[in-house]
Structures are given as C-alpha cells and as structure tokens.
C-alpha cells in the first residue's frame, strides 16, 4: 500500500491518505509525535462534514444516533436540547469493561486510528476532537483500557468510551509512570478537557480501531517470532548434521508458492557458510558404503544414518511457507481497515447525503485473527518437533539424551522440553476461531457480530506463549551446537542468533533453573534485541 504519510525525525503527520503499517508500530511502541496536516483543503474538508451534519439537524433531519437512541432504542427520537448530554452519557454507561487493562501500546495504538479515521472528513467531528485524540499520544496519557466487553461489531464501543471518557476529563490513565485521574493528567500537561457536541461520542466509540490496533501488534510480533523460528530451526539442522540442500532453490521453484521459496531462502541466508550442516553428498557416500555392503552380503544393512531428514527440516519451507504469506495478508487487511472510516452513520458533504451504514463491523479483521492463530499454532508445533529431534538420542545423530552433557546424574533440557510442550498446547487450545461464536445481543440490533477483539486478543494471548516458547526452543538449539562444539562452523546468520543467547545464557553443564534463562530470553525477543532477517 503506498503511503504519504511523513514519518521523520520521529514525527508522523496524518494525511488525507494512508498510514503505513510501519507508522502505528512506531506510534505505539516506540511514542513517535503525531501531528494532523496543516493543508487548508484538508482541514476544510473536516469543517464540510460538520457543517453538513449541523445544517440538517437544524432542517429537522433526523440521524441514528444524533438525536434518536442507540442501538435497539433507534425509534426513540431525542429533543435538541438533550442531542450534547446524549453523546456524553453514551461514554458513561458504555463504560462497563471487565479483566486487566489492555497494554498501552494497544491503547496508543488504538487513538492513532481513530484520530485517523475521523480525520477523514466523513464522521463530521470538529477538528477539537481529532486534535484532543493526538494530545493523549503526544503527551503520554494513556486511557486505562479493560480487556472485556466488545463484540466487535459496533466497533469497539466498550474500550473506545474508556478512551474517549479520558479525553472528557473522566476515568483513568497511565501517565509519567503512574495511574491517575485522568482529569489529573489532563490538568498536568495543560489539555482542557473535550466537551462533546452533537454526534461526536457515537463517532469516538464506532469502529475497529481498538482490534484494529491491536492486530498491528500482533502481526509485527508474529513476523519477528516467525523469523526466529526460522532460525532455531536452521541452528537444529547444524545440531543434527542435516543438509541444506533441502532448501535448494530448483526444488522450491518446482512448486510455484511464494511463501515457499521465501522460507527456503531465508533458512539458506542463515546457513550460509555453515561447516555443520552436511551437504547431502556427503551423508549420500556414507550411506552408499551400507548399500555396497548390502549387495555383496546379498542381506539388508542398516546405515548409520538417513539418507534424508525427518519432515520438520526436510519440509519446512513447504510446512511453514503458507505463514509468511498470510503474514503478508493480514497485513495488508490491517492496513486498509486503518485507513477506513469505519463509523456510523456517515456524513458525506460532497453528495450532501447522510449514510446509515455498518463499516464498523470488524469481520475482517476478525477472520485476519483467526487465521494467524492457526499459523501461530502451526509454528508451534513445529517447534515441538524439531526440539524433540534435539532431545532423543535415537533422532539427535549422537546428541546426549535431553541435552545434557551428563546423562543420568543431570537431566539437561527434559524439564524445559515438558514446560514447551506446557506452552505448546496452550496455543492449541486458544487457537480456536473466534468469528464464528456470534450471539445476537442488545436488544436484537446487534443480531450478528463479529467478535474481532477477542479473536485478536486470543492471537495476542498466543503471542505472548510463543515468545516464551521460542525462547526455550532457542536454549536447547544453543545448548545442542555447544554439544557439538560446532561454533565456530556456524551459519553466518545462525551465528549471530547464537551468540545473542549467549550473551544472555550461559551453557547449561550441571543442572540449573532455567526459569530465569527463559524470561530473559523471552523479554530480549519482546525488545527485539536478537537479529534475525527481514
């Protein structure tokens, strides 16, 4: 998707056009300044869709929402007079979320995109709103968001009213490392609280931008542990004396898949140069020597070893090339539906046209979610087959058994390989879709949704246990090339993989906790601190 949204020195203008996926990563993670375009055509065309909706409300229009109740109360026709305590009290009694708060990248995440998608011109906000939205970013007050109560269907009303409550001096926030009042905050750095007018907190509260932003999350993380499975993987190929010629690109073009060739790719960049993964021809001669000895004694001879791997190396590009591609899709999904006006109803001046429509309805992404999960869980399992390879001396090509370099008296890995299997079948379960659990709800209005948010706070959920597993798979394939004393015959990209563990863990000689070992290396991939390819 093209882009002309300026992300320099740290600062991100919203056009009329495009945010970047790589824009709400840095937005969100990392606090870049956030500003809206100066442009006067632009800006005019924020001020054309609140004149449209003023003059028809001053003509006796009627609109969902603006002057009728909400959802299922649409018959309810509400005088002018009550149209500004109608917004306000849609704040008040949404504000009803259960569980732990979302994170606060989430959270920043989130009014970025709703910033965004009313600065469309199409929600008819007064451009104070946009504005009160980019405040919370700039300056570092984070609305305290509960994880429950969405369904994702008229957006996310739920979470977007813990936001746009904070914006109006109500609720809490996290700010300069602490949780407060939000009008606390909002006095603090100056920010006079947001009086909302006509249409303004239905337009705050529709929309996906609470799933939306965190499937950005998601989808950025879920890139980077993809990655360092590829790694691992390719470190538990030197472990095993495998060949790379199972990622040759004549066998990978043969089959036409794009994700495929790109893994097979991958996983060759980061064994190049490696001394330990053997070519094939080499394990071919020393099988031949079984086959000669066959025919002279006329009786079958076992090899020492296979002329090929098991499928967890062998197929790997063909097994996990499907995830890259949807990788690439749910991107792309997440990059549209940020830059979509997903409220309700829409205001159109150029037609002078009053759409009552459903583009909050967060299927898109949900299906996004759901999807990654079962490649979050795929990527899983392959995990736990090829650390199982490192593990059992009948599959690991003369690896001590669990790793350890005293079997019997020190049981090495055994315990860490059960707490993987532990996060391994936890992602199973929580991989189940989400899209297809609708249950109509409020008043029958909402007869069918979409359930986005929890489809992407499962596929977050299944992140977190995946860094955690990822960071045990990456233990044992160190602690299996240190068994081989195979460092110095690395792959270059494997190598640097390595040496990223160990300078946080040390090779595990005599039985240790690893818990700490674990967590360490988990809170270096949530902090991209180990290098992988792009």
Not at 27 to 36: D, F, K, N, Q, T
Not at 243 to 263: N, W
């Amino acid at each position: 998707m093209n882009s002309t949204t300026a992300a320099r020195n740290g600062a991100i203008t919203i056009y009329p056009e495009d945010l970047r996926f790589e824009d709400i990563i840095e937005v969100a993670r990392r606090g870049h300044h956030v500003s809206l375009n100066k442009d006067q055509e632009f800006r005019d065309k924020i001020r054309r869709g609140r004149e449209t909706l003023e003059r028809k409300l001053a003509s006796g229009e009627v609109i969902y929402g603006v002057n009728t109740g909400f959802g299922g109360n649409v018959r309810f026709v509400i005088p002018d007079e009550e149209m500004a305590h109608h917004q306000r009290n849609l704040l008040e009694y949404h504000c009803c979320g259960v569980g732990e708060p979302f994170s606060e990248e989430i959270v920043r995440a989130a009014i970025l995109l709703r910033a965004n998608a009313l600065a469309r011109g199409l929600s008819a906000v007064r451009e104070t709103v946009i504005e009160h939205l980019l405040d919370l970013l700039n300056h570092g007050i984070t609305p305290v968001v509960p994880r429950y109560g969405s369904v994702g269907a008229s957006g996310d009303l739920t979470p977007s009213a813990y936001i746009a409550r904070a914006m109006c001096g109500g609720g809490e926030v996290s700010h300069r490392g602490r949780r407060k009042p939000a009008a606390d905050a909002l006095r603090q750095e100056g920010i006079e609280p947001l009086k909302l007018e006509a249409k303004e907190g239905l337009a705050l509260l529709n929309g996906t931008t609470i799933m939306t932003g965190a499937a950005a999350l998601i989808v950025d993380e879920a890139s980077y542990l993809f990655r360092l499975s590829l790694a691992a993987l390719a470190m538990t190929a030197e472990a095993l004396g495998a060949p790379a010629d199972y990622f040759h690109p004549a066998i990978h073009m043969a089959k036409h898949h794009p994700g495929q060739l790109q893994v097979a790719e991958m996983l060759n960049s980061l064994l190049f140069g490696s001394k330990l993964a053997s070519p094939l021809e080499e394990i071919r001669n020393r099988v031949q020597a079984a086959g000669r000895k066959a025919h002279e004694l006329h009786e079958v001879v076992a090899a020492s070893e296979a002329i090929q791997s098991p499928y967890s190396i062998r197929c790997a590009p063909q097994g996990l090339g499907p995830m890259l591609e949807s990788l690439e899709q749910a991107r792309t999904i997440v990059e549209r539906e940020a830059n979509s006006v997903n409220d309700n109803p829409l205001i159109d001046p150029a037609a002078d046209r009053v759409y009552h429509t459903g583009n909050f309805f967060g299927a898109h992404v949900a299906r996004a979610m759901d999807g990654l999960k079962l490649d979050l869980a795929n990527l899983a399992n392959w995990q736990h087959s090829l650390m199982a390879l490192l593990m059992d001396e009948r599959f690991s090509n003369g690896l001590p058994p669990s790793l350890s370099p005293h079997p019997g008296l020190y049981q090495g890995f055994k315990a860490a390989q059960i707490t993987h299997t532990s996060l391994v079948t936890a992602i199973r379960h929580w991989s189940a879709p989400c899209l297809i659990h609708t249950l109509p709800t409020e008043q029958f209005n909402q007869d069918i949704v979409s359930l986005g948010t929890n489809a992407a706070m499962t596929a977050m959920d299944i992140t977190g246990l995946l860094r955690s597993a990822t960071a045990t798979f990456l233990l044992a394939a160190a602690q299996a090339i240190d068994l081989r004393k195979g460092v110095e015959k690395m792959g270059s990209g494997t190598r640097r993989v390595y040496s990223a563990i160990r300078m946080m863990s040390a090779f595990v000689e005599e039985d240790r906790a690893l818990d700490i070992d674990i967590r360490e290396i988990a809170a270096l991939i949530n902090g991209r601190g180990i290098p992988a390819l792009n």
